[in-house]
C-alpha cells in the first residue's frame, strides 16, 4: 500500500513531456507511467497493490484542475494500471470536486482498465457489496474505508451512500459483511487526521482503537495527512497512520509532502477458526516492511520521478543530501509512537 495520490497539474505538465519523448505529441497525450516506475517493482511484487486514489478524474480531453479543486486527466489512471495496483481506495475530502458525476467518471475509468475500488460508489447496492480480491493462491482480501469530510461539499441527500464516512460502527458493519461474504483478511483504511502533522489526531486514534478491537479487522492503515506519521500496534494489530504522499508537488516549504512510505505486510495462514466460530482460515501478519519513497520536484524539461529512497541513495542517484534528510525525517515519523517491534525498513 502507498501514500496518496495527489495529482497536482505539474505532475501533468510533466507526463505531457514524457508521452512526447515517446513519440505522442497531442495535447491531451500523457504518461504517468515513469513516473510511478520508481515503485512499479515492489507494487507489482505484492499479491495485492493498493493505492489511494485522492481525486476524480475528467473525461478524456478534460477541463482539468489541480488545486484546489481537483479532476485529473484519465490517463492517470492508466499508469495507475501499468504499474501493477490491482486495488484503489477512493474516499476522501476530494471525492466530490466534481460531484457525483466525477465519482461516476472515476469509478467507470477503473472498471474499464481492470482496477477494483472501494469509499465511493455509484448505487446503493455497490456501496454495500463488499470489494473482495483473490490472490492466486485463493486468499480472498477485502478493504473497508471511508472519509472525514468533503470540504464542505455536501453529499447528495438523495444518495448517501456515494462517499463512505470515517464512522467506526460503519466500517465495523461493512468489515462483517466484507467476512460474511467471505474475506480472509479485512484491511481498513482512515481517510483522516491533521495535513501536515506527523502525529496521528484524536479521531485517528478512537477511530483505530474500535477497528483492532474488532476480530473482522486485521489491520489498519491511513493517509490524507500528506506526511509520513506513525507505524505502530493498537490491541496487538499493526496501525499505519499515515502513508505520507506517493505523488504530489505541495509547495517547495514543505519537504516532508514530497515523502511517503510505501509498507508492504505478509500475512501467513493461522489455525483454521482461531478467531472465529467459523471454518474461515485465520491469518496473522507474520512481517511488516516499509520502504521509504520520495518524488522529486518538476521543473520543465524534468519530469517528476518517484524513487524508492534508500535504492536511490544505494546508486547515487539523486541529491545525496536530500534523499538522506527524507530516510532520516520517515524513520523519525514511523518509530514516533513505538510498539513496532519487527518493522523493517526497506
Given at each position: 500500500?502507498?501514500?496518496?495520490l495527489?495529482?497536482?497539474?505539474?505532475?501533468?505538465?510533466?507526463?505531457?513531456e514524457?508521452?512526447?519523448?515517446?513519440?505522442?505529441?497531442?495535447?491531451d497525450d500523457?504518461?504517468?507511467?515513469?513516473?510511478?516506475?520508481?515503485?512499479?517493482?515492489?507494487?507489482?511484487?505484492?499479491d495485492?497493490?493498493?493505492?489511494?486514489n485522492?481525486?476524480?478524474v475528467?473525461?478524456a480531453?478534460?477541463?482539468?484542475e489541480?488545486?484546489p479543486?481537483?479532476?485529473?486527466?484519465?490517463?492517470?489512471?492508466d499508469?495507475?494500471k501499468e504499474?501493477?495496483?490491482?486495488?484503489c481506495?477512493?474516499a476522501?475530502?476530494h471525492?466530490?470536486?466534481?460531484g457525483?458525476?466525477g465519482?461516476?467518471r472515476?469509478?467507470d475509468?477503473?472498471?474499464?482498465?481492470?482496477?477494483?475500488?472501494v469509499?465511493?460508489?455509484?448505487?446503493?447496492?455497490?456501496?454495500?457489496?463488499?470489494?473482495?480480491?483473490t490472490?492466486?493462491?485463493?486468499?480472498?482480501i477485502?478493504?473497508?474505508?471511508?472519509?472525514?469530510?468533503?470540504?464542505?461539499?455536501?453529499?447528495?441527500d438523495?444518495?448517501?451512500?456515494?462517499?463512505?464516512?470515517l464512522?467506526?460502527?460503519?466500517?465495523?458493519?461493512?468489515?462483517?459483511?466484507?467476512r460474511?461474504a467471505?474475506?480472509?483478511?479485512?484491511?481498513a483504511?482512515?481517510h483522516?487526521?491533521e495535513?501536515?502533522?506527523t502525529?496521528p489526531n484524536?479521531?485517528?486514534?478512537?477511530?483505530?482503537?474500535?477497528?483492532t478491537a474488532?476480530?473482522?479487522?486485521?489491520?489498519?492503515?491511513?493517509?490524507?495527512?500528506?506526511?509520513?506519521q506513525?507505524?505502530t500496534?493498537?490491541?496487538?494489530?499493526?496501525?499505519?497512520?499515515?502513508?505520507?504522499?506517493?505523488?504530489?508537488?505541495h509547495?517547495?516549504?514543505?519537504?516532508?509532502?514530497?515523502?511517503?512510505?510505501?509498507?508492504r505486510?505478509?500475512?501467513?495462514?493461522?489455525?483454521?477458526?482461531?478467531?472465529?466460530?467459523?471454518?474461515?482460515?485465520?491469518?496473522e501478519?507474520?512481517s511488516?516492511?516499509y520502504?521509504?519513497?520520495?518524488?522529486?520536484?518538476?521543473?520543465?524539461?524534468?519530469?517528476?520521478?518517484t524513487?524508492?529512497?534508500?535504492?536511490?541513495l544505494?546508486?547515487?542517484d539523486g541529491?545525496?543530501?536530500?534523499l538522506?534528510?527524507?530516510?532520516?525525517?520517515?524513520a523519525?515519523?514511523?518509530?514516533l509512537?513505538?510498539d513496532?517491534d519487527?518493522?523493517?525498513?526497506?
Amino acid at each position: 500500500m502507498n501514500g496518496d495520490l495527489l495529482w497536482h497539474n505539474t505532475l501533468w505538465f510533466g507526463a505531457q513531456e514524457d508521452a512526447r519523448a515517446a513519440g505522442r505529441k497531442g495535447d491531451d497525450d500523457y504518461d504517468f507511467a515513469p513516473l510511478l516506475a520508481g515503485v512499479r517493482p515492489v507494487v507489482e511484487g505484492a499479491d495485492l497493490g493498493i493505492c489511494h486514489n485522492e481525486v476524480p478524474v475528467a473525461e478524456a480531453g478534460g477541463p482539468y484542475e489541480g488545486y484546489p479543486m481537483f479532476i485529473a486527466p484519465p490517463h492517470t489512471l492508466d499508469g495507475v494500471k501499468e504499474t501493477g495496483y490491482d486495488m484503489c481506495t477512493t474516499a476522501s475530502n476530494h471525492s466530490l470536486d466534481d460531484g457525483f458525476e466525477g465519482i461516476e467518471r472515476t469509478l467507470d475509468g477503473m472498471d474499464e482498465r481492470g482496477i477494483l475500488h472501494v469509499g465511493t460508489a455509484r448505487s446503493e447496492k455497490e456501496a454495500s457489496t463488499p470489494t473482495l480480491f483473490t490472490t492466486e493462491s485463493g486468499v480472498k482480501i477485502a478493504v473497508v474505508t471511508g472519509t472525514y469530510g468533503t470540504n464542505g461539499i455536501p453529499v447528495p441527500d438523495d444518495k448517501p451512500w456515494a462517499v463512505q464516512p470515517l464512522d467506526p460502527d460503519a466500517l465495523l458493519d461493512a468489515a462483517r459483511r466484507a467476512r460474511e461474504a467471505g474475506a480472509d483478511i479485512v484491511m481498513a483504511a482512515m481517510h483522516g487526521g491533521e495535513e501536515y502533522q506527523t502525529e496521528p489526531n484524536e479521531q485517528q486514534m478512537s477511530v483505530a482503537e474500535r477497528l483492532t478491537a474488532s476480530p473482522d479487522v486485521d489491520l489498519v492503515y491511513g493517509h490524507h495527512a500528506h506526511v509520513v506519521q506513525p507505524i505502530t500496534k493498537v490491541n496487538g494489530k499493526w496501525v499505519v497512520y499515515g502513508l505520507g504522499n506517493l505523488v504530489a508537488q505541495h509547495e517547495t516549504d514543505v519537504p516532508r509532502g514530497y515523502e511517503g512510505i510505501t509498507v508492504r505486510f505478509t500475512f501467513t495462514e493461522a489455525e483454521p477458526g482461531a478467531d472465529t466460530d467459523s471454518e474461515r482460515p485465520s491469518f496473522e501478519v507474520s512481517s511488516a516492511e516499509y520502504f521509504p519513497t520520495m518524488v522529486t520536484r518538476y521543473s520543465s524539461g524534468s519530469p517528476a520521478r518517484t524513487v524508492l529512497v534508500k535504492e536511490a541513495l544505494a546508486g547515487g542517484d539523486g541529491d545525496e543530501s536530500r534523499l538522506e534528510q527524507a530516510r532520516a525525517r520517515t524513520a523519525e515519523a514511523v518509530n514516533l509512537l513505538g510498539d513496532n517491534d519487527g518493522l523493517e525498513e526497506r
